[in-house]
């Protein structure tokens, strides 16, 4: 069974530009969510989907950032515009059900803002 | 506000020996406790959980510990390896949405 996928691995872009991370969960997980990871801490949720629908968006800072998971499969989490503190990385992970007592994650998307 | 918290940020212990990995919580509603283990350059991957309804679960070289009480779990280690050296994280879930709560995490480094 192919783990979650998620790309590009390393970005490094200027602050005030824009980035967009992809992931594609494991097959059959309705569940999806994309977890922010600063370097020392542990992840923390930015967004959790249920199929296409939005569970849980209350940490996501909806200023600057946004995430779609239109067909209910991929999802695409974007940052506009970077900031300093966005420097961290950013883990896609799924699960089967929304209860799921294990969540599955991605390698990570690694993001610098210089 | 920190729901999870792991306070030593690093374990050092030799080969062969019991690791213990402490996470104290603050919500007497989290009904699951997990342990993630993550290497560099990858993404945390699940070790060993435990319901809030049970105080022990073992899973071979793993085993965790649940005190409702104290608000506390500990994870064992027995006998520790040098492959066990990764960064180790105690999550909580709340609630029925299957969100997790994450610790700061703990890097344990296992000497040979």
């Known amino acids: 069974e192919a783990g979650v996928a998620q790309s590009p691995r390393y970005k490094i872009i200027e602050k005030r530009q824009s980035v967009a991370f992809w992931c594609n969960p494991i097959s059959g997980h309705a569940t999806l969510y994309w977890y922010q990871q600063i370097l020392g801490q542990g992840p923390k949720l930015l967004i959790q989907?249920?199929?296409?629908?939005?569970?849980?968006d209350s940490q996501l800072p909806k200023d600057r950032f946004s995430a779609e998971r239109l067909k209910g499969v991929d999802s695409t989490l974007k940052i506009q515009p970077a900031k300093l503190e966005d420097s961290a990385v950013y883990l896609c992970?799924?699960?089967?059900?929304?209860?799921?007592?294990?969540?599955?994650f991605g390698e990570g998307s690694w993001l610098t803002v210089v | 506000d920190q729901q999870v918290k792991q306070n030593s940020p690093s374990l050092s212990v030799q080969e062969g020996r019991i690791s213990i990995l402490n996470c104290d919580y603050t919500n007497s509603m989290f009904d699951y406790f997990l342990w993630y283990k993550k290497y560099p350059a990858e993404g945390p991957t699940f070790l060993i959980s435990?319901?809030?309804?049970?105080d022990k679960n073992e899973d071979g070289r793993f085993t965790v510990f649940l005190n409702k009480s104290a608000k506390h779990l500990s994870l064992h280690i027995v006998p520790s390896q040098p492959g066990d050296s990764a960064v180790y994280f105690c999550a909580a879930r709340g609630g029925n949405t299957g969100k997790l709560i994450f610790g700061q995490g703990t890097t344990l480094q296992v000497k040979p």
């Open positions: 435990i319901s809030s309804i049970k």
């Open positions: 992970a799924s699960s089967r059900q929304p209860s799921g007592n294990t969540i599955y």
């Open positions: 989907f249920q199929n296409n629908g939005v569970v849980d």
